[in-house]
Structure formats: structure tokens, C-alpha cells
């Protein structure tokens, strides 16, 4: 008799997506003013926020995108400077180490995204697996840049060994400019930050590690991985 093979159908990525974003419903659940990042996870989660309409008072918006897909889910957002408290940020990102530090930024909402981890209680990231890294760098790292100061900017980078890709024909919601640092090779998150966040011209690294997350949930497909 043939052997019954079980074979694992695997879930696409939007399904893994989907699947975290459903994950991070239960931390939101009785919260009255939530943060909400920008992304395709986020998406998914701000489209499963409708049922939730009825307990969740305001949200804090880290772009014009996520403040129009919010309303449009029947949610009130309000600015930073409105609410006394942001008890709980939900967020995706770009890659995720063993110690819950970030690299974020693909979508080019990074500043509002850092002031948002910064100013809450709790910073829940939500990523499909693919997110998961040892180190950091493999995806380049974003940064923000006052425009005047972008090739200064990509100069200090390669002094680090970073390449500069342009992110050309893109403006930022603070009317700001985007590089993109390839070949880093991020040992130390917190002293790149650091390091990083010193050079004049700079608004915002995509390097969340002095704020990290305080918690990741990984989509895995058989189940949800709690970091
Ligand atoms: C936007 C971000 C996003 O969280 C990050 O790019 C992940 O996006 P996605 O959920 O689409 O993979 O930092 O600035």
C-alpha cells in the first residue's frame, strides 16, 4: 500500500497577510484611539476594522492613504495633537530581526510611522513570514530627506558601505525626498540609528530599533507566531 502523503497547501502571501492582520484585531479590542500604519498588511487590517467601528472612538493616521481607507471604513481620524494617549499601534514592516528591530519604509510613510511607534504604548507589528531576517539590510534601507540635502545624505552612506538608489518621482506626505541605502549589513540597529539620524538633511531612518516593536506577529501560514 502506498504511503498517504499529506501535502501542505501552501498560503499565498496576501492569505498570510490576511491572516496576521486578523491576528492583531485582539489587541485592538476595547481600545479607544488606536495608531494605524500604511501598507498591504495594514490594508487588510483596516478593511477588518469595519466590523469594529462601534467600540473604537478615533485613530491616529500615519498617512493620507491609511486617513483615507480609515474613513472610508467609517473610522474618525484625528491628528497626533488631539488625543492624550495612543494606547496600541498596529503596523507592518519591511523586515523583522530576532529582536523585534524594523526596517520600515517601503511605502514611504516612515516619519509619520516613527512618530506614531513613538508616541504609543504599544507597538504591534504585523508580518507574513517573508519578513523574518536574522540581520537586517537585505532590504534597502529607506530614508527621508529634507530634497536640498539628498546627495550629501548619500554620500555619508557610502562611507558606510551603503549604495543610494533615488526613490525618483516619489514626494513623501511631508513634501520630503526618499533614498534607498543597498549592501548595509546592519549588525547594530540601535548605533546605525543612531549614527544615521545625525546627518544633517536627514528626517527619518527606516530603522526601528531605538523604538522597536514591542510585539511581532508573524503570519505563518499553520498559525501566528508571537514574538
Ligand atoms: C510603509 C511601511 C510598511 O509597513 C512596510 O513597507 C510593509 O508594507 P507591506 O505591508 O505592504 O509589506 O513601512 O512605510
Redesign the pocket.
Known sequence: MRPLIHIKNPMTQDEL?KQVARSAIEYIKNVPVIGV??????NFFIEMLADYTSSIDAAISSSIDTTRRLESVGIKVLDLNEVNNVEVYI????EVDPKKKLI???????TR?KIIAGASDKFVCIVDSS?TVDVLGGFPLPIEVIPMSRKFVAGEMKKMGGQSVWRENFISDNGCEIIDIHNLYIRDPMEMERVINNIPGVVTV?LFALRDADVVLIGDGDKVITR
Not at 500604519?37 to 495594514?42: E, H, I
Not at 520600515?104 to 516612515?110: R, S, V
Open positions: 497577510k500604519g500604511t501598507g498591504s498588511t495594514v503596523d507592518g514592516a519591511d520600515k519604509g517601503g511605502g514611504g510613510a516612515l510611522e519578513k527606516g
